[in-house]
Structure formats: C-alpha cells, structure tokens
C-alpha cells in the first residue's frame, strides 16, 4: 500500500514591481527567507544568482521542498513559484501571499495545483 502524500504547488506572476527591487539580490533574498520563516517552513539552504546585465534568481531548498523567485527586472515582473508537501501542504499559499505583501505588485496572477494522493483519491500520472 503507498503512503498518502498531498502537496501544495503555488505558481505566482506580479507585474508592476518595483524595476529596483527586481535586480537587488540581497533583498529579494531577503524578502524570501523572511516569507519562509513566518510562513513555518523549514529552509535548508538559499542561493542567489545575479544575471548580466539584469534579473535575479533566488532558490531555496526546503525540508518541505522548494520555493524560488526569477525576476524581470526590464518589466518589473516576478515568477514565483513555491511547493510544500506533507503537514506544511498548505504553507505555500502562505508563503505566496507573504511574497505578494512584501513585493508590492501592481498585478498579481495566482494559482494553486493540487498534488500528489489524497485519501480515496489518486495522482494522476503523464
């Protein structure tokens, strides 16, 4: 018999960001890890990554599973995407919404996939 398993995935899209704050490594890394902790995740690590000439890509990894932001900062936009499994399932809309207070957008596109076994139900497979 499998285990019940059920995650949460949150994809997210805000415009209107701040252009500034979309190239600023150092706070969205910031922004990220403090979403987390007051969402009650667990983070193991975090990397950062500046592009040339412009964007920033943060990732964490967490015992949860993940959560990353990718930045465009030509358009003010960020793609957020953030997936927790297990007792913390429903921390990602959390952590989404933590995201979308501290970031400001302007335009915001939310949405919530449902994965993995429920009770008396089953994941689909591709």
Known sequence: MTPEFSGRHVLAEFGGVDRALCDD???LEAVLRH???????????VV??????HGVTVLALLA???ASLHTY??????FVDVFTCGAA????GAV????????????????TVLRGRAAGGQASSI
């Not at 950062?48 to 000439?53: A, E, I, L, S």
């Open 64 to 66: 949860e599973s993940h």
């Open 35 to 45: 979403a987390l902790s007051a969402a009650g995740v667990t983070v193991c690590e």
């Open 25 to 27: 490594l150092e706070r």
């Open 48 to 53: 950062g990554k500046q592009f040339d000439p």
């Open 73 to 78: 900062p030509e358009t003010g936009d960020i």
């Open 96 to 111: 989404a919404e933590l995201l979308r207070a501290a970031l400001a957008p302007e335009h915001v596109r939310i949405s």
């Open 89 to 92: 399932a429903d921390s990602a």
